[in-house]
């Protein structure tokens, strides 16, 4: 199973993204999915996550500004990425909890960096 993630670059404050993320491989069925970031000399942080039902949750410090969505029949999450802040920067890494008919695991995506200029 692989995670393969796209869609950084660089962008001015105010600007928009969209990350991708598709999942490939030997995939019985994915559970939660979601997005992550890491800072240079901070930890990795939770940015959003989506159950397989659709159900969100967001780090305060995203909310209004990012939207996490997945399309189940592609195994891909998306992470939608408005109004972005010079805080906003950092490699974004997604997360998938996924079974391959023998046993469900975490899986990562190989990271994509965005960097948002003031």
């Known amino acids: 199973v692989q995670l393969q993630a796209s869609g950084g670059g660089l962008v001015q404050a105010g600007g928009s993204l969209r990350l991708s993320c598709a999942a490939s491989?030997?995939?019985?069925?994915?559970?939660?999915m979601g997005w992550y970031r890491q800072a240079p000399g901070k930890q990795r942080e939770l940015v959003a996550g989506?159950?397989?039902?659709?159900?969100?949750k967001y780090a305060d410090s995203v909310k209004g500004r990012f939207t996490i969505s997945r399309d189940n029949a592609a195994n891909t999450v998306y992470l939608q990425m408005n109004s972005l802040k010079p805080e906003d920067t950092a490699v974004y890494y997604c997360?998938?909890?996924?079974?391959?008919?023998?046993?469900?695991?975490?899986?990562w995506g190989q990271g994509t960096e965005v960097t948002v200029s003031s």
């Open positions: 997360n998938a909890e996924i079974n391959n008919r023998t046993s469900w695991g975490s899986y």
């Open positions: 491989g030997l995939i019985f069925s994915i559970n939660d």
């Open positions: 989506i159950t397989i039902r659709g159900s969100t």
